[in-house]
């Protein structure tokens, strides 16, 4: 059975209360009816008398045991509010900063979402733009229309007004997408569009196929047809420029033409017909408009002379003018010199004047000569 007390090492369990109660209860009664001359009673008064002061000692202990038990229990206690209270904080702050960490986390999901959001529509407005650009690549008149519209805005942005005409008619009765008027002697420049996309799709899905040499082959022919049409409808001698431009409105077309069809780019430089991408093209109408410039120089030249033989005219008149105004700068310098003498000759004079009046007063002598009114006798 387990102790229902422990003092000082001592464990007691409840039997052996309940024991020392009986013992001591049978003590008080022995002692209470036992004779009181019998030595037997007393050696039973003394173990009794024995039994209740340890009974007293006990009693003590045990108050003492309660009292200290009490104490612990109040300072367990209170040691344990102290660490539920440091706990409970702790874990306060421990839920705040969490709380605002997921706040925190909310707010930057949302903010992505709203990313997303805004991507995910981005990307609906692309996917439809590029829907319509395929519906528009994939039919040929209107594949044709976007390779011209774009080689247009080109031109427009590049070039003065009156230096292209769009769909102009040749003496040949054959209409051309663009005309650059270039000086006189050059001849205009034809541009004609061309956007091979059946072939270059044919040739891209064969990629890494047994098919791909057989889509090269009508690549390469598409392209050279287009090249030969061009030299022959647009190429007029006396009328045009030595040279047209084909309009490939793809940059990739270009970038796959010059890396593996060379004899294509080849083709096209003996029939004199030159393959351009957005990029080169601007590049050439950049040339071309220098080439206008020059040629706009050269006929103004005369005037140019003119207005600068006017000009040394002027020059020259400005300088006989200048010349006629330092003449008078000089006269009037040898004037007002002449003046400076003259002044000078005057203080020079005025000064032997007033010099001798004084003299004459200080001396006394010829007073009648100063004083013609006098009798020319000395002053008293």
């Given at each position: 059975m387990e102790p229902v007390i422990e003092f000082s090492g001592v464990a007691i369990t409840l039997?052996?209360?309940?024991?020392?109660?009986?013992?001591?209860?049978?003590?008080?009664?022995?002692?209470?009816?036992?004779?009181?001359k019998n030595p037997q009673a007393q050696i039973l008064r003394q173990q009794i008398s024995d039994m209740h002061r340890q009974q007293t000692e006990l009693q003590g202990r045990l108050a003492q045991f309660a009292e200290d038990s009490a104490q612990r229990d109040a300072v367990f206690r209170e040691?344990?509010?102290?660490?539920l209270s440091k706990v409970t904080?702790?874990?306060?702050?421990?839920?705040?900063?969490?709380?605002?960490?997921?706040?925190?986390?909310l707010k930057q999901l949302h903010e992505r979402l709203g990313i997303i959001d805004r991507a995910q529509k981005n990307i609906e407005t692309l996917s439809g733009e590029v829907s319509g650009l395929q519906n528009l690549?994939?039919?040929?008149?209107?594949?044709g229309a976007f390779g011209e519209m774009q080689m247009q805005d080109i031109i427009t942005n590049?070039?003065?007004?009156?230096?292209?005409?769009?769909?102009?008619?040749l003496s040949n009765s054959k209409r051309v997408?663009?005309?650059i008027h270039m000086p006189d002697g050059y001849g205009d420049v034809a541009i004609d569009s061309?956007?091979?996309?059946?072939?270059?799709?044919?040739?891209?899905?064969?990629?890494?196929?047994g098919e791909e040499v057989q889509a090269r082959r009508d690549f390469a022919r598409d392209m050279t047809t287009h090249i030969k049409a061009i030299a022959d409808k647009y190429l007029i001698f006396g009328e045009t420029h030595e040279v047209a431009l084909l309009f490939l409105p793809s940059e990739a077309v270009y970038a796959e033409l010059h890396a593996n069809f060379e004899d294509v780019i080849k083709k096209g430089f003996d029939q004199k017909v030159v393959i351009v991408s957005p990029s080169t093209f601007m590049a050439t109408l950049h040339t071309m408009r220098a080439v206008m410039k020059d040629a706009a120089m050269r006929e103004q030249a005369h005037i140019i002379q003119r207005e600068v033989g006017i000009m040394s005219k002027d020059v020259t008149r400005l300088d006989e003018r200048v010349a006629k105004l330092q003449q008078h700068f000089t006269q009037t310098t040898e004037d007002m010199r002449q003046i400076r003498i003259s002044t000078e000759k005057i203080t020079n004079r005025a000064d032997k004047i007033e010099s001798?009046?004084?003299?004459?007063?200080?001396?006394?002598?010829?007073?009648?000569?100063?004083?013609?009114?006098?009798?020319?006798?000395?002053?008293?």
């Open positions: 039997i052996e209360l309940l024991i020392g109660a009986l013992l001591l209860l049978c003590g008080i009664l022995l002692a209470a009816f036992w004779p009181r040691n344990l509010d102290n660490r904080e702790r874990v306060g702050m421990s839920l705040m900063e969490t709380q605002e960490r997921s706040a925190q986390n690549l994939s039919n040929k008149q209107s594949r590049l070039m003065p007004p009156n230096a292209y005409s769009f769909q102009a008619t997408d663009a005309l061309k956007f091979p996309m059946e072939a270059w799709q044919r040739l891209t899905a064969a990629e890494n196929t001798l009046d004084v003299e004459d007063q200080i001396s006394g002598d010829n007073v009648q000569r100063l004083h013609p009114s006098g009798s020319g006798k000395k002053a008293s």
